[in-house]
């Protein structure tokens, strides 16, 4: 059954097929619609942070750009230029910090995070991903992070895409899951480092999202 005013959706979109909760591995695990019934708010939420930190595409520091559009929220953002990846308290584009982590979000991280086994998780950091068809996020580690005792919370809404879960080396071969609207991903652990990425995403017409897929990854990076 497809996903209601999707088109292009790759996956059956239906909590009776679908299990709650999904294990990834060791410490890891995907929450079936924990974040769903909040697409107003959300809205919301990245309307005034575009306005103030509009999605950039970023480039590696080998020079490529980045397919992915990209801001941040939060006491840190998350960028990368010719300099290398690294986390900011100001905005490069705008020399103004990044804005407030919406108190939404935190709830939302911190409520996936305990779900997930991870309790008292206090993001400083969220990288908002902005996806549209075509575009992809290939195979990488987060670990620019200080310490990299507390968990990635990725929260998936619009189009749905093919998240990659691979393993510690880049070469382990990636488990292909499954991500809709309302989606909640946690890992952390031992699985903390796992490679992961996204695969090209197809195309289509979200109801709320429109033709992108935004993903929000709450991190501790101080």
Not at 10 to 38: C, K
Not at 170 to 187: Q, S
């Amino acid at each position: 059954m497809k996903a209601k005013g999707v088109t292009g959706d790759l996956f059956e979109d239906s909590a009776a097929v679908l299990p709650p909760v999904e294990s990834l591995g060791e410490g890891a695990v995907l929450l079936r619609g924990f974040a769903t019934g909040h697409d107003e708010q959300l809205q919301r939420e990245l309307k005034a942070i575009a306005q103030v930190a509009p999605f950039r595409h970023l480039v590696t520091p080998t020079g490529q750009r980045m397919s992915v559009a990209m801001t941040n929220c939060g006491p840190y953002g998350w960028i990368s230029d010719r300099r290398g990846y690294r986390y900011e308290s100001i905005d490069p584009d705008s020399a103004k910090p990044w804005p407030a982590l919406p108190g939404f979000f935190l709830d939302l991280a911190q409520r996936a995070a305990t779900e997930a086994g991870y309790p008292n998780f206090v993001p400083d950091a969220c990288l908002i991903n902005r996806y549209e068809p075509g575009s992809r996020l290939t195979l990488h580690q987060d670990k620019n992070e200080r310490d990299f005792k507390e968990p990635i919370v990725s929260v998936s809404f619009g189009l749905p895409a093919v998240f990659l879960f691979g393993g510690h080396a880049r070469a382990d071969r990636p488990r292909r899951v499954r991500l809709i609207h309302g989606d909640v991903a946690v890992w952390g652990g031992p699985s903390r480092l796992n490679f992961h990425g996204i695969a090209p995403l197809a195309d289509g017409d979200h109801p709320f999202m429109g033709p992108y897929r935004i993903n929000l990854t709450l991190r501790r990076a101080r």
